[in-house]
């Protein structure tokens, strides 16, 4: 069948939003954010082994360009340090400085920009590691086999303008539904052009899969012959796709390493492939350059992803204290997606949420809440991940409130989707902190978020490589 038929079991991994106009189903109330005392340091970030393939430059200012960024508070989130009264200075698309404001700012002129932003608190770009940008919520099931190649890359386009301005500037976009065709990597190539608006994008194309497994497409009957782009049973044919989404553009490795929440027969706590053949993905892919991200909800899958030397654990709903200890002796990420549960059990009958998925999910995603906050209290290295299209793009920023709810201090659930994020995806030189010589991605908001990180749902201004995609400042 065609690869847009790609794999519609999606355990978080699957859609995202639409936007404007924004869906009924968009109206979901935000959740607040109790902040809770300290219950760790902050985990240390050792820099990345392996960097992720940079992206293209865009079309960026000229070098001659300045931007000078006055900001009444900046974060260093690094130390939770608040710096008054700061002066961004940006040449292009780079921050050139960083310093006390003078008592008079310069005027612009035909070369320089000024923006006052001394209302406000200005922190890094955030980062969000688990999106799938080229589909939306109502593409679970047998809908997402409408879902052609062309009309994900659209769709995706849509969602990467609102992921952008919700103040996500750089995204790891992993497959499943969406990425048939490598939609994510033309959406991402767009991007980079400067044809549309949108984060910078890490992506995967089609997600490995065992035949029938999570990110296969399990709903059509046995006439149609249908399979998802990434199935690959046996060694020999798991590094033929790893070299293929290689040779296509891929600069993440996708596995669904156990069964999934949202699709059809299989179970999230069993696992797919075996240890040797997550192996040789794994050994495969890091010779390649290419880090491995592993959906995976618990049981062995787990455990056989971490011992074949993945970079990250995706979901991790049924984790275990034997998983917990390994992934923090090997120092993986765990990527938890947990905002999704509260907006997917509000919204499935609106979005006609299969009876089997939503069987699943019922049971599962209290689960992970209670699991993913046992890792999080254990010390587990966190990136924030959405799995925005499971429910809207745009709504990132409401992951960020779960993670205080389980034990992070607002502090350290910033961290995972700045510094954290960053190491992750290899790019501690280019994201994740404002400093010189790192692209200019910053976001504006009202309010301290280190007391309240709900702040962060409604930036005011957000730039991304110099250049402002959002303004609401009044």
């Known amino acids: 069948m065609r690869p847009l038929l790609l794999a519609l079991g999606v355990a978080f991994t699957a859609c995202a939003p639409a ?5 009924a189903y968009t109206s979901a109330p935000a959740p607040t954010s109790t902040p809770t005392p300290d219950l760790a340091q902050s985990p240390s970030l050792p820099p990345s082994q392996a960097p992720s393939p940079s992206p293209a430059p865009a079309p960026a200012p000229t070098a001659a360009h300045r931007v000078l960024v006055r900001a009444g508070h900046l974060l260093d989130v690094r130390t939770g340090k608040m710096l008054a009264d700061q002066l961004v200075t940006i040449s292009g698309d780079t921050i050139a ?24 608190t200005i922190v890094p770009g955030l980062i969000d590691a688990h999106t799938h940008l080229t589909s939306a919520p109502e593409y679970v099931g047998i809908k997402g086999l409408t879902l052609s190649v062309p009309r994900s890359a659209l769709l995706g386009a849509r969602n990467a303008r609102v992921t952008l301005e919700a103040g996500f500037t750089t995204v790891r976009n992993v ?12 959406l991402r190539d767009a991007i980079d052009a400067g044809d549309v608006p949108g984060p910078r994008m890490i992506v995967s194309g089609p997600a490995l899969s065992i035949t029938g497994g999570h990110c296969d497409i ?38 669904c390493a156990t069964g999934g929440v949202l699709s059809k027969g299989d179970d999230p706590r069993t696992s797919q492939f075996s240890l040797e053949e997550m192996r ?10 290419r880090k491995v991200a592993a959906h995976a909800h618990g049981g062995d899958g787990i455990k056989f992803a971490v011992e074949a030397g993945v970079d990250s654990i995706e979901h991790g709903s049924y984790i275990d204290d034997e998983a ?44 992970a809440r209670k699991n993913v906050g046992h890792a999080i209290r254990a010390g587990v290295k966190i990136a924030l991940g959405t799995d925005a299209a499971v429910y809207p793009h745009g709504l990132n920023a409401r992951e960020l409130a779960v993670y205080v709810k389980l034990g992070m201090t607002p502090l350290q659930a910033i961290q995972s989707a700045t510094i954290a994020g960053a190491d992750l995806l290899g790019w501690t030189d280019k994201v994740g902190t404002l400093d010189a010589g790192k692209w200019a991605d910053l976001v504006a908001v009202e309010g301290d978020p280190t007391k309240d990180v709900t702040v962060l749902e409604h930036p005011t201004l957000v730039m991304k490589g110099g250049r402002v995609y959002r303004d609401e400042r009044k």
């Open 19 to 23: 936007v404007s106009p924004p869906p």
């Open 97 to 120: 400085s960083i310093g006390a404001a003078p008592a008079t700012m310069p005027a612009p002129s035909a070369d320089t920009e000024v923006l006052d932003l001394s209302r406000y």
């Open 175 to 186: 497959g499943t539904i969406g990425s048939a065709g490598y939609a994510d990597v033309a």
């Open 218 to 255: 399990n709903e059509l009957p046995f006439e149609f012959h249908a399979e998802s782009g990434g199935v690959a049973d046996g060694i020999p044919a798991i590094l033929h796709k790893v070299r293929e989404n290689v040779k296509y553009g891929a600069t993440v490795i996708k596995v």
């Open 280 to 289: 040789a993905l794994v050994a495969d892919a890091h010779r390649l350059g």
């Open 324 to 367: 917990i200890a390994m992934m923090k002796k090997r120092g993986t990420y765990l990527v938890p997606t947990l905002y999704l549960g509260d907006w997917l059990l509000d919204n499935a009958e609106r979005i006609h949420l299969p009876d089997y998925a939503l069987a699943k999910a019922r049971v599962v995603l209290p689960e």
